[in-house]
């Protein structure tokens, strides 16, 4: 099936409410998308718009990508708020994620074997999003690390998949290491985070 191109209206674009209710959306609609839509993630077939985020977690992500992008090792690459196909009718946006070094540099959505790591700062209008959906469905599609980072105060929790099986059949992250001072860890490669380093 090819995607219907999404008609624009006069004013700011949003969603078309039918094909919402229809929740039939994919992710070749999102590379249709007008060059004024809003940030926005696929969710089972629905676009969902994304919050606009605070500068404070904007410098978190900032500071966090500069430091990958200084300690990891060269075969990863660190990135900001690239797509990551889930499934032909999923996409979601990492704050920050580490992926293949060898992927192309012109690519706007990743899949998920592209991705070692996956990082989402909570924020107060994502929270149930970044504590439960989104590590459900990251796990879900295999991707093997993944980090929560709270603010107020800064604290971070790294996960790694593990063998528990959730009751769909789904794979699930198990907490690895979390700190409020520094984290450690062995994977994706030998990390010694100091949080400080990461906090505006």
Known sequence: MSAEPIPTSPGPWCPDPMRQQRADYTLED????????????LVDGVIQVTP???LGHQDICSLLWL?????????????????VALSRNTSRQPDVLLCRAEVPSNRSTLRPADVALAVEIVSPGTRRIDRFAKPGEYAAAGIPFYWRIEQDPLHVYAYRIGDHVGPGGERQYELVADG??????????????PIAEITP
């Open 30 to 41: 999102l590379l249709a998308l007008p060059d004024d839509a809003p940030r926005v993630e």
């Open 52 to 54: 606009s985020p605070t």
């Open 180 to 193: 409020a001072d520094v984290i450690e860890l062995t994977e994706p490669f030998d990390i010694k985070l």
């Open 67 to 83: 430091w990958l992008r200084s300690h990891a090792p060269a075969n990863l690459r660190a990135a900001q708020a690239v797509g």
